[in-house]
């Protein structure tokens, strides 16, 4: 029995509400449980979250977990080449290999080195490798271990790919019976493109008909010289191949080529004719059609030699164009005859290019037909002597200096007058003959009678200029004449000095000399050497070389320098994992040289005073404890430096050639004149000081070099081995002959050496002098011991005494000074 519900729209109503209040009541407060298996979903409802915590506040939050920390894709650093023409694929011009054997190589091949290589780029001689053994005087030879003779010039080619190819855009290959005219045939290369494969020479015999040759060459043809083909020399068989005695003309893409075929050709090279196997190679791998002795407009001719003799027959053969034009000669089978040939060709040259030389000048002096000036045309005296370089401000004006025959006046602000060397008066001489000479030659009726005044000056840009005022006696007209010249000595030829190679880690030992009263500048100089150098572990070496007098006492409490010991000692624990180190050594010095100090000598710039010799003792004894092979350099206690100039010590001292002397910036005593403003590291100014060109108590040198200018110099300047011999250095008299001077600083000892040492002397801005008077006037304000010192009067050494001041500086003060007096004065009326 059935049940029938009648459900109206109200009953449907009601379940709605009920089952919707079931399902809220039921239904968890947390829906991140209903959705656990979702995170994406998790996590963007947890960040909801939090902004209802943090109201309007948005804080980003950045998610990192799943990003890249590195960069996909490394970047490479690119290595460039060391020279621009390297990388800009910039190649030499010409190289030359000559085929030769052991017996022509003192001959032939030493003749063909002598008239070529300075006019080529390079220059090799190809012999066996069994005849190396021998001890030849010349060394660009390579010898090949394969002594069959057919294949010797593939093993040449070989060699030229694997060690030259990138380097030369053209190779010459010759006998050592082939003399090159080479100034002739670089010329002819210069107009060829380097980017297409060059095979040229001259046509073996049967190219275009019979062998050509020289006049008188017998069964030749006599009308014509080699070389005078103007066909492109392609054939079959031989008649396509260049003639190896005439000289061949690779170009580097031929070389790549054959290279990649030597195989090949080493396989069908047939017989012992070289001409013929470097043509077929030739031929195969660069798929070129035979010889050319004419490319690109350019014809490269060679002339033959057959009956000739060349001493006999020199003025015929001289008057063919065929010859004078040609770049090979052969066969020349005598070495005289080499020389011969260069001697012409170089004389050809010289008077071709006077000729050139000539025209130039007319073109350049008629252009336009004098219509435009000089200043438009840019033609200028002399001729090819570029104009000197404007001035930037008046410090950069080159100066005029007047001189006469004997003297030199106000060559710097320092010295009014100046007896001129011995190379300064030998050259006013030369170029006062010569214009007088000139002058006589123009005008005949002209008589020289004298010198009224003469002016010079060195240009860095056109070279040395005089202008002349001289005194002429016109026979004419009966009466004196004064005429201007004006001279120049232009700089034609800049040579680069080549040097040993040197580096900047060479070890540096300092030697420096401390007196009794310097130990306070010499505490100051271990503070910033510290800083400078065992801070920054330097690879230098510090030695101090202690001077007692005789009566001090050097032990104990009492010594004078244990102050400065200690800091030796404590510095040295500090940076001894660094190995840098400070050590002393001690010298007594005899009575003579153990008065009391005078505070004159205060006014001297070197730290000797008037005792500049006590550098000889200073060093004689501190080498032994050094080493010879060791860069040393001098150094005073009233420097300091920075560390660029340790390493320009490096480079600019160079064993067994060269010595450097520089010239330290003296810092004038600000502090205590008040006429300038202290800083110790500003720039070089006239106000802060100046350049003491008087002081050489800083120079290095290497110990080998000077132990041996030391032996040589004995004689004159005896060599201290002990604390005894010192006394040597006071009582010899060390001027030595009338061209020497005196040997008071080590400078000078390198200077008059019989040696090849150059003396490099320059200024260096990071050498500061001056550290000495500024401590002895801080002891001073009111200036009272400073007014009791005196410059020693001799002009010669006035010039080492210190300045406080400038001269304008001075003068200003006198100027104030002088008006404050004015002023304070009643003024009467």
Not at 135 to 143: A, D, P, R, S
Not at 406 to 427: P, W, Y
Not at 600 to 626: C, E, P, T, W
Request: some cysteine; hydrophobic content about 35%; overall charge neutral.
């Amino acid at each position: 029995m059935g049940a029938k519900f009648n459900l109206g729209r109200n009953h449907y109503l009601l379940l709605g509400f009920v089952c919707g209040f079931l399902f809220s009541y039921y239904s968890p407060q947390d829906y991140t449980e209903i959705v656990t298996e979702c995170p994406e979903v998790t996590e963007h409802t947890n960040k909801l979250n939090g902004l209802d915590g943090h109201g309007s506040e948005f804080e980003p939050q950045l998610n990192l977990e799943q990003k890249p920390m590195i960069a996909k894709k490394v970047v490479k650093n690119i290595v460039r080449p060391r020279y621009y023409y390297t990388e800009l694929g910039i190649r030499e011009k010409l190289f030359l290999g000559v085929l030769t054997t052991t017996e022509n190589i003192d001959s032939l091949a030493t003749a063909i080195n002598r008239t070529a290589a300075h006019l080529v780029n390079k220059i090799k001689f190809f012999i066996h490798a069994e005849s190396m053994k021998s001890n030849f005087q010349l060394k660009n030879i390579v010898g090949f271990t394969d002594t069959r003779e057919n294949l010797r010039p593939f093993h040449m080619l070989k060699f030229l790919a694997d060690n030259y190819l990138d380097e030369y855009d053209y190779f010459l290959l010759v006998t050592d019976t082939t003399y090159v005219n080479a100034r002739t045939l670089r010329s002819q290369l210069e107009h060829l493109s380097v980017t297409m494969d060059v095979y040229m020479g001259r046509p073996l015999a049967g190219a275009n008909g019979p062998e050509e040759g020289g006049p008188g060459t017998g069964d030749e043809s006599p009308s014509s010289s080699s070389g005078s083909s103007t066909g492109t020399g392609t054939g079959t068989g031989t008649s396509g191949y260049c003639d190896l005695n005439a000289g061949i003309i690779l170009s580097s893409g031929v070389i790549r080529k054959v290279r990649a075929n030597l195989d090949w050709c080493v396989r069908n090279a047939l017989g012992d004719d070289h001409s013929h196997n470097i043509g077929k190679c030739v031929k195969y791998s660069a798929k070129l059609d035979g010889c050319h002795d004419r490319w690109q407009g350019i014809a490269v001719s060679s002339y033959r030699l057959s009956s000739f003799k060349i001493y006999r027959d020199f003025h015929l053969i001289a008057k063919e164009p065929a010859f004078n034009g040609a770049s090979t000669v052969f066969p020349v089978t005598v070495a005289d005859d080499f020389y011969l040939l260069h001697a012409y060709f170089s004389r050809v040259h010289l008077e071709t290019n006077n000729e050139r030389k000539r025209q130039l000048q007319e073109e350049a002096l008629q252009i336009a037909g004098g219509a435009l000036p000089n200043d438009v045309l840019e033609v200028r005296w002399p001729l090819g002597v570029p104009r000197t370089s404007p001035p930037e401000s008046r410090h950069d004006i080159i100066k005029w200096t007047t001189l006469n025959l004997t003297h030199i006046f106000m060559r710097n602000t320092e010295e009014n007058v100046r007896r001129l060397s011995a190379v300064d008066e030998q050259d006013i001489r030369n170029v006062l003959n010569k214009t007088v000479t000139e002058a006589t030659r123009n005008q005949p009726d002209a008589e020289y009678r004298g010198l009224h005044s003469a002016y010079k000056r060195f240009d860095a840009v056109r070279g040395m200029e005089y202008r002349l005022l001289l005194n002429f006696y016109d026979r004419k007209r009966k009466r004196m004449r004064t005429r201007s010249f004006e001279v120049i000595k232009p700089i034609s030829l800049i040579e680069i000095v080549p040097s040993p190679y040197v580096t900047e880690s060479t070890r540096v030992a300092i030697l420096l000399p401390v007196l009794e009263h310097q130990v306070q500048e010499t505490e100051q100089f271990l503070e910033s050497y510290e800083r400078t150098c065992m801070d920054s572990q330097d690879n230098t070496f510090l030695m101090l070389i202690f001077f007692y007098r005789a009566d001090t006492p050097s032990k104990g409490d009492e010594d004078v320098f244990l102050p400065l010991k200690n800091i030796a000692l404590a510095v040295t624990e500090k940076h001894k994992q660094d190995g840098s180190r400070v050590a002393w050594v001690s010298i007594r010095l005899p009575p003579e040289l153990s008065g009391k100090f005078d505070d004159n000598h205060r006014y001297y710039s070197s730290m000797y005073g008037q005792h500049g010799r006590l550098a000889f003792a200073a060093v004689d004894l501190a080498l032994r404890k050094i080493g010879l092979e060791s860069l040393v350099m001098l150094c005073s206690n009233a420097a300091t430096f920075r560390s660029d100039f340790l390493n320009r010590v490096r480079m600019n001292t160079i064993q067994g050639f060269q010595v450097f002397s520089p010239i330290g910036f003296n810092m004038y005593p600000c502090e205590w004149t008040g006429l300038c403003k202290p800083c110790e590291n500003c720039d070089v100014g006239q106000g802060i000081g100046y350049f003491d060109h008087h002081n050489y108590d800083v120079v290095s040198f290497y110990s080998n070099d000077y132990v041996a200018v030391r032996k040589e110099l004995e004689s004159r300047l005896p060599i201290v081995r002990s604390d005894r011999d010192i006394v040597n250095l006071l009582g010899t008299n060390a001027t030595g002959p009338p061209t020497g001077g005196p040997l008071t600083n080590i400078v000078q000892l390198f200077l008059q050496a019989n040696t090849d040492l150059h003396v490099l002397r320059a200024i260096e801005p990071n050498l500061r002098l001056g550290s000495s008077i500024r401590n002895f006037l801080a002891t001073d304000p009111n200036g009272e011991r400073f007014a009791r010192l005196s410059c020693p009067e001799p002009d010669d050494n006035r010039q080492q005494c210190i300045r406080i001041a400038s001269k304008k500086q001075i003068g200003d003060l006198l100027v104030q000074y002088s008006k404050q007096r004015t002023e304070s004065q009643p003024t009467r009326r």
